[in-house]
């Protein structure tokens, strides 16, 4: 019988943090299970190239059903499908998040997620390249540095937010979001800096470690409501390894909730219609779907704008606020680079410059569920984008400050005809018609297993899943609400806190102390 002391299910963002800091005790053996293969393909580390990843054999290539709200549009879903997951495939952009985010998690339920104790986890994680500071730290292993060649348009794009008043912020994620500001990115010596390479790869000849890819988990095993096991798919055939310790679940915002489905836990009179066993009725399985929108205002240029092999294409962006309540996070975060960003239909050849405006906190909610019992097919996912009416106005607000942006004194000798979404769409009726003909994912999907206290939640606040024994959820999924911004580095952060959380429990030392209020004084206030 195969045994390890933790089976880690996914190498992505969350599961390579997980894996190396489980391994850093030579005693500990960790079985990584991965789904894609090894990160070979060229492109991969190529920053420029990120979006020719799309769509091939390192993404799962999720689609929605039909989405009613976007005139019955279905919306693609880039996951990485590959050794480190998503940030294989991502845009690099570092960004964790707004204080605001973390300590509203706590608020929910779930002491020891305040910013204060998160804010170590970011900085352990991290080797920044403008050094040591309050915020910041230069001992991790993820190489977080500045672009190497932005293009002039995203340096005009920060001089234009200045010339509105909007204001410069030389780090998002430091004292302040607000501001604009060139990206900070997951790059290192002018190549894609990915979870797998920052985390995975560096301890590959651990003899305690074994990374298995092109594995695709079918079920966990259980005796009574205790995790015992792992069931995977590997070249055509069934195997089951078992576990001494855990089961870490870090296969992602749809797949995670789909295994937990697939194993019984989930709604109890779902599962029964799929003559699915039930191991744990947790009806919020699945549920809470949550992810960032975007709309895209697009112009030709009038000079010639090539981004470099190095650049990310969303070079520089801005944070702001359009509601006058300035102690919650920003509620709209736009993304500028030298690129004719625009949607199929007002596709354009030459050179150009875009920005896209970001919806941070949308009001709707989706959820996915399993289209059969079979782990082999595709899963049923229903985003419900611009369900509230209130996500459509600010996204046509957003395109409002972009125009400002781009008819600023900063863009005078690069502006050219407006491609997207045309000149002539003015009024507020014409702009909503176009943001729902357009508006698309930004590629941060999370919410399937939150993390609470409640009747929807799935994991406690030590990531553990309610009602089971040896079994926890670590990734963007146990987020109960979107951070404000990319992320992937909140989802690195996840890792890094579950690792110290598992560590606990199995009385193995840890070297983070958290900075906040401990459990107690949280519970007797």
């Given at each position: ?9 996914g190498a ?10 489980l ?31 799309l ?7 999720y ?34 998040g ?19 104790d998160?804010l170590?986890y ?18 991790g292993?993820?190489?977080?540095t500045e ?15 200045e ?7 030389p780090?998002?994620n430091?004292?302040q979001?607000e501001?604009a500001?060139?990206?900070?990115l ?58 001494n310790q ?27 219609s ?9 009806p ?6 949550q992810?960032?929108?975007?709309v ?23 944070f702001?606020?359009t ?16 690129v004719?960003w625009?949607?199929p ?28 019992a ?7 996912i ?28 900063a863009?005078d ?17 014409a702009?909503?018609?176009?943001v729902?003909?357009?508006?698309d994912?930004?590629?941060?999907p ?50 890094e806190?579950a690792a ?12 983070v102390?958290p ?11």
């Amino acid at each position: 019988m195969t045994q390890y002391d933790y089976v880690v299910i996914g190498a992505g963002s969350a599961g390579c943090v997980v894996a190396n800091r489980l391994t850093e005790d030579g005693e500990t053996t960790v079985l990584l299970l991965e789904a894609g293969n090894r990160a070979t393909k060229p492109e991969i580390q190529v920053p420029l190239a990120w979006t020719s990843l799309l769509g091939t054999e390192v993404d799962w290539a999720y689609w929605t059903e039909p989405e009613p709200h976007l005139n019955g549009r279905k919306i693609f879903q880039p996951r990485g499908k590959v050794v480190g997951g998503s940030s294989s495939i991502n845009a690099m952009i570092y960004i964790r998040g707004n204080r605001h985010n973390f300590d509203h998690w706590q608020e929910l339920g779930n002491p020891g997620w305040s910013y204060e104790d998160v804010l170590p986890y970011f900085k352990k994680s991290e080797n920044q390249q403008r050094g040591a500071s309050e915020f910041h730290g230069v001992d991790g292993l993820l190489s977080v540095t500045e672009p190497l060649a932005p293009a002039v348009t995203s340096e005009r794009f920060v001089e234009a937010a200045e010339q509105l008043g909007y204001g410069r912020n030389p780090d998002f994620n430091g004292a302040q979001q607000e501001g604009a500001g060139l990206y900070q990115l997951t790059i290192k010596d002018g190549k894609r800096h990915s979870v797998a390479a920052a985390f995975l790869v560096p301890i590959l000849d651990r003899s305690n470690l074994t990374v298995q890819t092109g594995a695709l988990v079918t079920r966990l095993l259980f005796e009574g409501t205790c995790t015992v096991g792992v069931e995977y798919l590997h070249e055509g055939t069934l195997h089951q390894v078992y576990v001494n310790q855990e089961v870490i679940l870090s296969a992602g915002t749809f797949e995670s909730p789909k295994l937990l489905m697939l194993s019984g836990i989930g709604n109890a009179e779902y599962l029964r219609s799929l003559n699915i066993p039930v191991v744990a009725n947790l009806p919020g399985v699945g549920q809470n779907l949550q992810d960032h929108v975007n709309v895209p205002v697009t112009h030709q240029a009038t000079q010639d704008l090539q981004p470099a092999p190095t650049s990310n294409i969303a070079e520089a962006g801005l944070f702001l606020h359009t509601e006058s309540n300035l102690n919650i996070a920003p509620d709209l975060q736009f993304f500028s680079g030298p690129v004719l960003w625009a949607p199929p239909a007002y596709a354009r050849s030459g050179s150009g410059f875009a920005a896209t405006a970001c919806l941070n906190h949308p009001q709707s909610r989706g959820s996915v569920s399993l289209r059969s019992a079979s782990p082999v097919d595709s899963l049923v996912i229903r985003m419900n984008y611009l369900q509230s009416e209130s996500d459509v106005q600010k996204l046509v607000a957003g395109i409002k400050i972009i125009r400002q942006l781009f008819h600023s004194n900063a863009f005078d000798e690069f502006r050219g005809e407006e491609v997207a979404p045309g000149a002539d769409v003015t009024s507020d009726e014409a702009l909503q018609a176009y943001v729902r003909e357009v508006v698309d994912t930004n590629f941060h999907p999370v919410g399937t297993c939150k993390m609470g206290t409640d009747s929807m939640a799935v994991v406690d606040s030590e990531l553990r899943v309610h009602g089971i024994q040896g079994l926890r959820v670590v990734d963007a999924s146990i987020m109960p609400t979107l951070t404000t911004g990319n992320t992937n580095a909140a989802t690195i952060m996840i890792g890094e806190k579950a690792a110290d959380l598992i560590k606990a429990a199995s009385q193995v030392p840890t070297d983070v102390q958290p900075m906040g209020l401990p459990p107690a004084s949280l519970v007797a206030q």
